[in-house]
């Protein structure tokens, strides 16, 4: 109905704006092209996500943008379910997410629920591999992945509106309105998504035998108590004062209600274990920019707050559903941040930045009145020196000094380099080393039971040597990038079960992850045909070198759980005028879920293959465009598992519409 209500008002509405007749000017998607050769990334291994992918993605999760177009591997807990990270071999603490430059981790936990960012709320995606991201922020031993939004000046006004219908019940609403002037402008994005999520399976952790022929049954099944919600809002204000300076105000505000099935091994009665997680997130930055002839100041402030409540609900007869959880969390955290740039003669280029933020965190569970609250201060300080040395070498010195709790942390020191082989060549050797630390997360130190005050801070170090070549050839333009890394990571901190009779976090002695990342992009235009390919590869060696009491002797020197050694991707897309294909394929080798790696056991997940087609086209009208989208997921309708218990749909479809003006 909705749908119908937008293609039968938005004409009416255009033919008031553009009284005139006069044909609109589509805007053409941007394309942002990778950066060679900066001074200020000698060293460093950065990727940014092509716009034209996060357009084809715009209906899915932050997690689904990564898993499909980046060398960062996604553990999925299930169709609209918890979704983390592990860049390089790392746990999901390591990862470091940005929005518009202040932390998305929790405090709490350390970590990101990537299916609860939608791409519909992104501009830009940017990833910086392993200590890359000490540019950004500390604790990134696998990377930083920067999450932006940018203002189109030259864009005055746009109302775009998008529906979704796929299977299993679910329905996609987005709708962005855009307005301003030269000097000022106003961004405004509202989304609602919605499935009931109620596919149906082979359940194969559990056997009927046959009475007649003694063989064993997998009986068909549904993903009962699995729909989800999530509705949100993003507002941007940008504001130019005089011809130097930028102010802007963003604001996104987010809800997310889910129900969490339960694993197919279950055959107990249907009133236990009734699990539902809420979500409400409100976050908001201010920013000043200042651009001088040869210097950039920085000041933004920033706020989140953020609202978890669980609950696990079993129904006892006589007194109906009775909680065995129900808990909540409030997480407050206050951002302030400074920062400098300026360029000096003779190639030279400084810059510094203070970060003081502030968080406090409130928890509790009132079936058992335990929890906890803390509050926890943590000051940075960043400099950083780079030198262009006739074109053909970059240096880039980074350091980064923290304080957290008034405890003063060690440097954390980082040297790297490009060098071009070929002049006005871009044929660069690059490479880095690096020091990092992570701080345990206050859950890690105070969570009851089993919070452990006494963590010491992980760290590390870490190196990388890569090359990047981008060439062209007539109407053919390739880019590769290729990189060897290596990390070594003392006093690793995770959770094991304990003789208590619950999990405890432990620092392990050491970790080393080691691998290789390459990536190929290509693009070809040969009149009304154009091709579009990105290719991701990673090699993922993450050996636990712990100490063989805790983990056990056949845990030692082996991979750690849920870390393929193998993973990679593929995107195809083709336009020939205004239709479109793309094809999507995304793979990765079997998992462990034993620190044993033992094979002989059930408990282990076989390689993934998954394989997505879309097949779009545009109308053009003479006031407003109108794209039409069929995607259809799980192509070959092949039967897989993210996690183990946790089922996943065959092939199943979503027909999107678009009408721009």
């Excluded at 990134?140 to 920067?146: K, N, P, S």
């Excluded at 197919?264 to 000043?288: I, N």
């Excluded at 000094?401 to 070929?422: H, M, N, Q, S, T």
């Excluded at 005028?577 to 879920?593: A, D, G, I, K, L």
Aim: aromatic share 12%; charged share 15%; proline share 4%.
């Amino acid at each position: 109905m909705l749908l119908s209500f937008v293609v039968v008002i938005l004409p009416l509405l255009v033919n008031a704006q553009f009284a005139n007749g006069a044909a609109v000017n589509l805007q053409p998607v941007e394309i942002i092209a990778s950066r060679y050769f900066l001074p200020e990334e000698a060293g460093m291994k950065t990727s940014r996500v092509d716009t034209l992918i996060i357009m084809d993605k715009i209906n899915l999760s932050l997690s689904e943008l990564l898993a499909e177009n980046t060398p960062v591997f996604i553990k999925n807990n299930g169709r609209g379910a918890l979704s983390t990270a592990s860049f390089r071999g790392t746990s999901a603490a390591h990862t470091q997410v940005l929005w518009n430059g202040i932390p998305v981790n929790t405090p709490m936990a350390g970590m990101v629920d990537f299916s609860l960012v939608p791409v519909y709320i992104i501009d830009a995606v940017e990833l910086k591999h392993g200590a890359s991201g000490i540019a950004d922020h500390s604790g990134g031993f696998g990377g930083v992945i920067q999450i932006n939004n940018f203002v189109n000046w030259n864009q005055r006004r746009r109302v775009r509106f998008l529906q979704g219908l796929g299977s299993f019940g679910t329905h996609n609403e987005y709708l962005s309105v855009k307005a301003g002037t030269a000097t000022f402008q106003s961004h405004t994005r509202l989304y609602h998504t919605y499935s009931c999520n109620d596919f149906p399976y082979i359940n194969r952790k559990i056997g009927i035998i046959d009475s007649i022929t003694g063989l064993i049954i997998n009986p068909s099944d549904t993903n009962h108590n699995a729909n989800y919600r999530i509705a949100g809002v993003l507002q941007e204000f940008y504001m130019k004062v005089g011809k130097h300076n930028m102010v802007s105000l963003r604001y996104w505000g987010q809800g997310a209600q889910r129900a969490i099935p339960r694993i197919t091994s279950y055959e107990g009665p249907e009133g236990v274990g009734q699990s539902r997680q809420q979500d409400t997130d409100h976050k908001g930055v201010m920013e000043w920019n200042h651009y001088g002839s040869a210097s950039f100041l920085r000041v933004r402030t920033g706020i989140s707050h953020k609202t978890l409540n669980y609950s696990l609900m079993n129904t006892i007869a006589g007194t109906g559903a009775y909680p065995a959880v129900f808990s909540y969390s409030f997480v407050t955290s206050l951002f302030n941040g400074l920062s400098y740039s300026r360029s000096l003669p003779k190639g030279f280029k400084l810059k510094s930045a203070f970060d003081w933020n502030i968080h406090q965190v409130v928890t509790e569970d009132t079936v058992t009145n335990t929890g906890y609250s803390k509050l926890r201060h943590e000051q940075s300080l960043f400099l950083s020196a780079y030198k262009s040395f006739a074109g053909r070498l970059n240096l880039n010195f980074m350091t980064r000094l923290e304080r957290v709790d008034g405890k003063l942390l060690p440097l954390i020191p980082f040297a790297g380099f490009d060098y071009r082989i070929l002049p006005e060549q871009t044929l660069l050797i690059k490479g880095h080393i690096a020091r990092n630390y992570h701080q345990p997360t206050l859950n890690d130190l105070f969570w009851v039971p089993g919070g452990n005050p006494d963590l010491r801070p992980e760290h590390g170090i870490t190196g990388e040597l890569g090359m990047e070549m981008a060439c062209e050839y007539g109407a053919v333009k390739l880019h590769f990038e290729g990189s060897a890394f290596y990390n070594d990571i003392t006093d690793w901190i995770i959770w094991l079960p304990d003789f208590k009779g619950y999990w405890e976090p432990q620092n392990i002695a050491q970790v080393v992850s080691k691998g290789v990342e390459a990536s190929l992009s290509g693009s070809l235009l040969l009149g009304s045909v154009g091709i579009k390919m990105v290719v991701n590869y990673a090699y993922t060696r993450a050996i636990n070198y712990g100490d063989p009491v805790a983990w056990g002797d056949n845990a030692y020197g082996k991979q750690l759980a849920f870390i393929p050694r193998h993973s990679g991707n593929a995107m195809f897309n083709a336009t020939f005028r205004s239709f479109s294909v793309t094809y999507q394929h995304n793979s990765f080798s079997e998992r462990y879920t034993t620190s044993s790696n033992d094979r002989m056991q059930r408990d282990w997940l076989y390689p993934y293959f998954m394989n997505d087609l879309l097949l779009g086209k545009r109308f053009v009208f003479s006031r407003f465009s109108l794209d039409a989208e069929v995607k259809i997921y799980n192509l070959f309708n092949e039967t897989y598992h993210t996690v183990l218990f946790t089922p996943m749909p065959k092939r199943n479809y979503l027909l999107q519409i678009m009408i721009t003006l």
